[in-house]
């Protein structure tokens, strides 16, 4: 998060989580893990701040060796303890969670009723390979730190994989010691104009998600908006000519993972295709090198936010496909990276994507664009339904085409031809919701024959399908609809951008 937010955006839920944990009679030890840039470090220092409460905040450095790690944490504890009296050297962390340990009991001493917020940032750059830090960890948690009720302990990290399995899932000393996990995800429709409010910026429900299809809801990029922007203006000057977010694609992977070449490769492989990849798919797409590194590469990427499983039916059977969910992503490789980056790329005097915006190929790639930020607005197209206390598989449909054996085969049937229905809602109440998602700054028209476009595609999702249940199409889409007799037989409800930011 950059500086000029001040205070806690949207985050109900985390806030009340934080609440109860600080206010609680026992030492908590909280995890949180997330998308680099999505207001980690922000949240919790924040929060900590604003509770008032005594401090001791370490952020590990990536690429350090463990010395300077070391050294950083002996330094912010006596920094807070101490006030900043140096010590001998600590050589291991061991002795450094030693140091640790003493200093809070008294601080405890002087303040019996005080709460101690101790707050391990970049966790996973903190601990570098073989260094014993999460040993020490747990050994200084399971004898001292969790007997010591004001001591609120949070560890943090952008590395979602190593998160997981090292804390969250972690074997040894840490195992199940975690008292609260909090997963923080970029923010919503409805959060990204929440921040933007707070920053005196007032847009529209449709200029917010423009905005959000290229810079997605991550809260350090729409930071970056200034107010007497435009959309456009604003992803203009961010995302080209130098601008802040024209190298952030390569900087994404080289801070999150080890050697992020094969998981760039791959989300670049997903972003190609509009309904992802199945595995085997990506295999043969990219080339790969075979063996079990691939599903780690997936599992972390999914786990970071960047793709995620959407299941393909075709009414009968699933096929689990990735797909590219990280917006500023599909963003990047379709419109930054083809315009090249740096001092040589087009910059906002040259008007390059106000131009390039008002183009049939950006028209295309906005509505497959808002089609997946639907998809990941599921709970708010639920709730406009009234059906967040319905149980729901969402799945997208797909019937592609017969071929003939060496040409085309020309289907005489509705339930023959290739049809796709961009998100399908089944539901435990015996009732099928088949959405049609449109993006459209205006109104969208049924016409004569979009209405004969949608009886198709009822007509092949009912011969392909074994559910026995009712079916009705609901539209989602920004401005609404026109009401003519089409809309009226075609279309059962409609979701505009207004119930999608609840």
């Not at 919701?433 to 024959?449: G, H, M």
Request: proline share 4%; aromatic share 10%.
């Amino acid at each position: 998060m950059s500086q000029t937010q001040t205070a806690i955006v949207g985050r109900q839920r985390e806030v009340e989580i934080l609440k109860r944990r600080l206010a609680s009679e026992r030492a908590e030890f909280m995890a949180v893990y997330g998308r680099l840039r999505v207001g980690k470090t922000f949240l919790i220092r924040t929060f900590f701040e604003e509770a008032r409460t005594r401090r001791l905040i370490i952020t590990g450095e990536k690429g350090q060796p463990m010395r300077t790690q070391i050294s950083t944490f002996q330094r912010g504890v006596e920094n807070a303890f101490f006030g900043g009296i140096r010590g001998p050297d600590v050589k291991s962390w061991r002795d450094g969670f030693i140091l640790l340990v003493s200093a809070v009991r008294q601080a405890v001493k002087e303040d019996p009723h005080g709460k101690l917020l101790l707050f391990f940032d970049e966790l996973p750059w903190l601990s570098t390979p073989k260094s014993g830090l999460l040993e020490a960890l747990g050994h200084a948690w399971n004898t001292e730190l969790s007997y010591i009720s004001q001591v609120k302990l949070v560890v943090a990290g952008s590395a979602a994989s190593w998160m997981l399995k090292k804390i969250v899932m972690a074997r040894g000393s840490l195992h199940n010691r975690l008292t609260e996990i909090i997963k923080l995800t970029p923010f919503t429709f409805g959060e990204s104009a929440a921040l933007l409010l707070s920053k005196g910026i007032v847009y529209s429900p449709e200029h917010v998600i423009e905005l959000f299809l290229a810079l997605g809801g991550v809260p350090f990029y729409l930071d970056m908006v200034l107010p007497g922007e435009s959309p456009s203006q604003a992803i203009s000057r961010l995302c080209f000519g130098g601008g802040a977010l024209n190298d952030e694609f390569e900087k994404l992977f080289k801070s999150l993972f080890e050697d992020g070449t094969h998981h760039e490769k791959i989300v670049t492989a997903f972003a190609t295709k509009r309904r992802g990849l199945s595995r085997a798919e990506l295999m043969d797409l990219t080339q790969l090198p075979k063996g079990g590194r691939i599903d780690v590469w997936l599992n972390e990427l999914e786990a970071a936010g960047f793709i995620a499983t959407v299941p393909i039916s075709d009414g009968r059977r699933e096929t689990p496909c990735y797909r590219v969910i990280d917006e500023f992503c599909l963003f990047h490789l379709r419109w930054i990276a083809p315009a090249g980056t740096g001092p040589l790329g087009p910059g906002p005097k040259d008007d390059y994507f106000v131009l390039q915006r008002k183009t049939q190929a950006y028209e295309v790639w906005s509505g497959h664009a808002f089609e997946n930020a639907c998809i990941k607005h599921i709970p708010q197209i639920k709730k406009a339904l009234g059906l967040s206390a319905i149980v729901v598989r969402a799945s997208v449909w797909q019937k592609r085409r017969p071929l003939g054996r060496g040409m085309r085969s020309v289907p005489d049937t509705a339930a023959d031809r290739g049809a796709q229905i961009d998100l399908v809602l089944d539901r435990d109440d015996g009732v099928t919701t088949l959405c049609e998602i449109k993006y459209y700054d205006q109104p969208f028209k049924v016409t004569a024959s979009y209405a004969e476009n949608l009886a198709n595609k009822l007509r092949a999702y009912m011969g392909s399908t074994t559910s026995q249940g009712s079916v009705f199409f609901v539209l989602v889409s920004p401005s609404g609809l026109v009401e003519n007799e089409y809309s009226r037989r075609s279309i059962a409800r409609t979701i505009t951008a207004r119930d999608l930011f609840s």
